[in-house]
């Protein structure tokens, strides 16, 4: 749909790129799908911790309901709504659709790739110091099986991860570089594309996690030729917990085990009609090797329905909509002599999440009486848009550090 409304610039981010933010009829439209967000007096920043179910959802899940109530045999139903949702999925993130898998969540994806691995002791993989714990874990519990090492770049200096922050932890028993693509407590946009570049022809692995990326920006994970990716559909794309998914480069499959780290019915290519086991096991020849025949069908109609809905508004209006918030966020916090944490270049920055530094402990109860959401983190508050947040949402917020601050609530 066409727009109408001023632009909003990123020179407060010292770049000439140019952000606009959706016209007043699209956000009031857009609003009105978050029933949330009805009142004023509720102001919804949160979207990273996680998104506010959206009427389109509800709707899909309502009729969920309605066949699981009243329908004598729903599953087969939901089973190819399910399959639809991930060729969509695929297409969404372009890459082919036996490439990708259904998971439990970015934890079981993440998982699934590093133990299918070929480790032998002295081996090593790098990781950023403030990598997600979803994921640093599953490297160290695999330090303490395997003899894994585990390297840990330094990164309170790092303003934005790309190849040169990691190569002087490579080496030649490098096995695999974990990164997030979009970091959960700072909001830097690490150069993944670069990384991939840099070390994947030396037969590294790069191991990536979109959970806060996906749904706030078009991804080509082909372009971006990493290794894997894993990602939980509960953040961007709005869907209820409990569904993710994990993509494996078709090329990197041979160079893993063959034997899954879990292994069920889904993973068999040559399952019998009648259901009985047999020795004779051979495993799909695609990520689907990697697939459960069980799964959350009820967060897989959902992710249908939000993929639509994402599609239908467009990935890259939605980018500019949030960067847009975020420029007029920083600009407004400069008047307050505050400024987030991290680079003001949008190459450097997620399109959503924006970190404000106030740190004393009365900020969470300040907040919460103001019936303001924002998500505390170690670096300060975490300030993370939607597509149905508006300008309003950035006063609303901005008033409420003034208010704070009015109080005398110190920023440290």
């Known amino acids: 749909m066409p727009s109408t409304t001023t632009a909003a610039t990123v020179e407060a981010l010292a770049t000439s790129d140019t952000f606009e933010l959706f016209s007043d009829t699209e956000s009031a439209s857009y609003r009105s799908l978050v029933p949330a967000l009805a009142s004023d007096a509720v102001t919804h920043v949160n979207s990273g911790y996680q998104s506010l179910m959206n009427l389109t959802i509800k709707k899909a899940l309502d009729v969920y309901l309605d066949q699981a109530a009243s329908h004598p045999a729903p599953k087969a139903i939901w089973t190819q709504q399910a399959a639809d949702a991930k060729a969509a999925l695929a297409a969404h993130v372009h890459v082919p659709d036996d490439s990708l898998v259904y998971t439990r969540d970015t934890t079981e994806g993440l998982n699934l790739f590093q133990r299918s691995l070929h480790i032998k002791p002295g081996d090593n993989i790098v990781v950023l110091a403030g990598e997600h714990p979803n994921h640093a874990y599953g490297w160290l519990a695999l330090r303490d099986e395997t003899g894994l090492e585990v390297r840990v770049v330094p990164d309170d200096t790092v303003i934005a991860a790309d190849a040169d922050t990691f190569a002087p932890y490579v080496d030649d028993r490098t096995l695999c570089i974990g990164l997030s693509s979009v970091m959960f407590h700072s909001g830097q946009l690490n150069d993944v594309r670069s990384v991939s570049d840099r070390f994947r022809s030396r037969g590294i692995h790069v191991l990536v996690d979109l959970t806060q990326h996906i749904g706030l920006s078009d991804i080509d ?46 993973a068999v290519a040559n399952l019998r009609g009648d259901l009985v086991a047999q020795g004779d096991v051979q495993y799909h020849s695609t990520a689907q090797r990697y697939a459960h025949f069980n799964m959350c069908l009820m967060s897989a109609v959902a992710l249908g329905a939000s993929l639509r809905l994402l599609e239908d508004i467009g990935m890259s209006r939605i980018e500019s909509h949030v960067r847009a918030l975020g420029c007029e966020l920083i600009k407004r916090l400069d008047t307050l002599s505050i400024s987030v944490v991290g680079s003001r270049n949008a190459h450097q920055r997620s399109p959503h999440i924006y970190i404000v530094p106030l740190l004393h402990a009365d900020w969470a109860s300040h907040f919460q009486e103001s019936q303001v959401y924002v998500t505390h983190y170690r670096r300060g508050v975490r300030v993370s848009f939607g597509f149905y947040n508006s300008v309003q949402d950035v006063t609303s917020f901005v008033g409420a550090v003034e208010k704070g601050l009015a109080k005398g609530i110190p920023t440290k």
């Open 221 to 266: 994970l082909t372009s971006l030729n990493v290794s894997a990716a894993a990602f939980g559909a509960h953040k961007g794309l709005a869907c209820p917990t409990g569904l993710g998914a994990l993509y494996i480069q078709p090329g990197v499959l041979a160079s893993l085990k063959p034997t899954p780290p879990i292994v069920g019915a889904g």
